[in-house]
């Protein structure tokens, strides 16, 4: 498995990288097959340390966790425990999944945008309808089955995911409701 651990604007010694190696390894070996790859980043939050973590499955589920404390290693603590608690619920899952899956899965490219938030004016009318990017990005695309899709929504803890529909290659949309409860988007062509 590759690691790549960082630090925004602070110093990351080789005895907390021995540790992110450690402690992930152990956790990553109780629920998931084959992980392929591991990113943590540690940063700094006023006084907080903070600690992402982001692991990516040989089966192309994404696992990821956030931690933050007074300390560098009890935040980094922190988001391996969120993780180890996200795997661990979703471990028959995660197994099942595999097991079905003969492939890893297939991801699309695609383009990811950032819009400029547009404040309304005095008199409460919108400037314009255009909107401004302000960052573009790459991104990933998933071809999911539907279960699959809302398990990897809730594993990374995003509240939304767009995933190609594996049994139709239309692309779909998974989100948490405000009722709590999970929506599927999928269009339908007219033909």
């Keep these: 498995m590759r690691y790549q651990i ?35 980043v540690f940063s700094k939050s006023g006084h907080e340390f903070v600690c992402e973590s982001v692991v990516h499955l040989s089966t192309g589920l994404t696992a990821q966790a956030t931690g933050r404390a007074s300390e560098i290693y009890a935040a980094f603590d922190r988001s391996a425990e969120k993780m180890d608690k996200q795997l661990r619920r979703y471990k028959r899952r ?4 595999h097991a079905d899956r003969s492939q890893p899965v297939e991801l699309s490219d695609a383009g990811s945008y950032i819009l400029e938030s547009r404040e309304e004016t005095d008199e409460g009318n919108q400037d314009s309808v255009n909107a ?10 998933p071809s999911l089955s539907v279960g699959e899709a809302v ?5 990374a803890e995003a509240p ?23 929506g599927w988007i999928d269009p339908v062509t007219a033909g």
């Design 151 to 155: 398990m990897q929504m809730e594993i």
């Design 132 to 141: 401004m990017i302000v960052a573009e990005m790459a991104t990933k695309i």
């Design 94 to 97: 995660l197994k099942d999944h």
């Design 160 to 182: 939304v995911l767009v995933f190609r529909n594996e049994k139709h290659s239309g692309i779909n949309v998974v989100y948490r409701r405000d009722d709590g409860n999970i």
């Design 6 to 40: 960082s630090g925004k604007q602070i110093d990351i010694g080789d005895a907390l990288q021995t540790h992110v190696k450690t402690e992930l390894a152990e956790i990553l070996s109780k629920y998931a097959g084959r992980p392929t790859e591991a990113y943590v």
